[in-house]
């Protein structure tokens, strides 16, 4: 009785590996990463602000968020950088006023 139970589950075991049917499976963080990285700048995209800046130089933003999708996966990881790191213009040039006065005082009394 062993034996056949034992056969009978190596059996269906067997069986059941071969199935081929749809499976779900974890995705890689690249991919999810890049399905983020898509997520964003389409969504700066789809501003307001966005859109008029776009229609003022003359492209359309339907053609825009059409380009974004034809795009590699790693030209919208840069893209998605540059909007990261991109200043967001409340500085007015401060930062770089008082590094230059910082440089120009270091120089002018160092010893």
Not at 45 to 67: C, F, H, K
């Amino acid at each position: 009785m062993k034996k056949a139970t034992c056969r009978a589950l190596v059996v269906s075991l067997l069986a059941l590996s071969f199935q081929t049917g749809a499976s779900a499976g974890m995705i890689g963080a690249d991919k999810a990463a890049a399905q983020s990285d898509r997520a964003t700048v389409l969504s700066v995209l789809s501003r307001a602000e966005t859109a008029s800046q776009l229609q003022s130089q003359g492209i359309d933003p339907q053609m825009a968020r059409e380009r974004v999708a034809a795009m590699t996966d790693q030209e919208v990881q840069t893209l998605a950088q540059d909007i990261h790191t991109a200043p967001a213009g409340a500085a007015n040039g401060w930062i770089a006023a008082v590094v230059i006065i910082g440089l120009v005082w270091y120089f002018a009394f160092r010893k």
